[in-house]
């Protein structure tokens, strides 16, 4: 059983930062692409930003310059930092990724969300 848990979230003035984390915990043997999601009220999920177990990153367009997303591989923790933060980044942040135990088994796993509002 592995499981992912985000914290960090919050409410912030329109410029602020915030830093989210996302630590993963079970059974771990091995943990590979990261990545995380967005849920703006009254829209679908969208991806953020993605990094890979090397830390090769990628990131949406509307977040490019203002949010990085870094992982810890001793902590199996993941960060977004997220600066300069505007109203439209406010939504519920998720957590995704690919691990493997011990078994040999391979999860596809999201946290339960954390969520950041961002006041204009």
């Known amino acids: 059983q592995v499981q992912l848990v985000e914290s960090g979230g919050g409410l912030v003035q329109a410029g602020g930062s915030l830093r989210l984390s996302c630590a993963a915990s079970g059974n771990i043997f091995s943990i590979n692409n990261m990545a995380w999601y967005r849920r703006a009220p009254g829209k679908q999920r969208d991806l953020v930003a993605t990094?890979?177990?090397?830390?090769?990153?990628n990131y949406a367009d509307s977040v490019k310059g203002r949010f990085t997303i870094s992982r810890d591989n001793t902590k199996n923790t993941m960060y977004l930092q997220m600066n300069s933060l505007k109203p439209e980044d406010t939504g519920v942040y998720y957590c995704?990724?690919?691990?493997?135990?011990?078994?040999?088994?391979?999860?596809?796993?999201w946290g339960q969300g954390t969520k950041v509002t961002v006041s204009s």
């Open positions: 990094i890979t177990s090397s830390s090769n990153t």
């Open positions: 995704n990724a690919v691990l493997r135990d011990y078994s040999g088994t391979y999860y596809v796993n």
